[in-house]
């Protein structure tokens, strides 16, 4: 699956085609009047429709679209279809197309933004298609996990909430805190979420205690890291120096 911002749906769809109306009525293409003309409708309707008093039925969108001599493709941009091309050809090797997003997770890095993708990769192992929102992103230096994970470059991270609802040992996940990034052991305690794995970062005390509601938390705590290892992009697959990461345990 992937990331929510690249997914296509009808609401989408019909957004986007509002917007074209609108666009081409201020550009004097045709008036309010002149549109109900084409597709054989009133003009206080589509104004109602225009200006959000009236649902834009799937009805009336076929007929928008046929009368203005319109197609879906118009309504989607270039990366869209790249990628919905590139996910079903994956799909038919048996594989899924995981983003790569730019940028890196690491306490001198921004948090990555999942509105824009690097790359793509094309993996094949199974454990991924279980996964409901992944992404790999690149793992800054950070003291207080290099050493343990000196050769891994790259983590595979699931964005799905519910992945990350309830975090616990002895899984790991990605935190933004002030903007940054940082890969940690925690714990839900309350409303109290206890980082670990702190000490040896200077300066950081703030960090092994947050107060978190049920907003904040999923705020915070942004993805479950699944995996870390080697460059997946130049195989294609998850290389076996890899490590696959446990799951919280659930009681």
């Known amino acids: 699956m992937l990331l929510e911002s690249r997914r296509v749906t009808f609401a989408l769809i019909q ?21 109900g003309r084409v597709v054989g409708i009133s003009q206080p309707h589509i104004h109602n429709v225009l200006k959000g008093v009236r649902v834009l039925s ?23 279809l790249a990628d919905a091309l590139l996910s079903k050809q994956a799909r038919r090797q048996g594989a899924q197309a995981v983003p790569v997003l730019p940028g890196r997770i690491g306490p001198e890095d921004p948090f990555p933004a999942w509105r824009t ?22 793992l800054g230096a950070d003291a207080a996990i290099s050493p343990v994970w000196a ?22 996940y990605a ?30 005390g ?7 509601g049920e ?17 997946p992009m130049p195989a294609g697959w998850l290389p076996q120096a890899g490590l696959w990461l446990p799951r919280a345990a659930r009681s």
């Open 206 to 212: 703030e960090l092994e205690f947050l107060e978190v």
């Open 215 to 231: 907003v904040s938390l999923l705020q915070t705590v942004r993805a479950r890291l699944v995996w870390v290892g080697r460059d």
């Open 175 to 204: 935190l933004r805190w002030r903007g940054a990034g940082y890969v940690r052991q925690v714990r839900l305690q309350g409303q109290r979420l206890e980082v670990l794995g702190q000490k040896t970062l200077e300066g950081s």
């Open 117 to 138: 993708v690097a790359e793509w990769v094309v993996a094949r192992d199974p454990e991924i298609r279980t996964l409901r929102r992944p992404a790999f992103v690149r």
């Open 151 to 172: 050769n891994y470059g790259f983590g595979l991270l699931d964005f799905d909430e519910a992945s990350r609802a309830e975090p616990g040992l002895p899984a790991w």
């Open 15 to 35: 957004k986007r085609l509002l917007e074209l109306l609108r666009y081409r009525l201020r550009n004097g293409d045709f008036t309010e009047r002149g549109l």
């Open 58 to 80: 799937p009805d009336l969108s076929d007929m928008l679209i046929t009368g203005l001599d319109l197609s879906l493709v118009e309504l989607l941009g270039a990366e869209e």
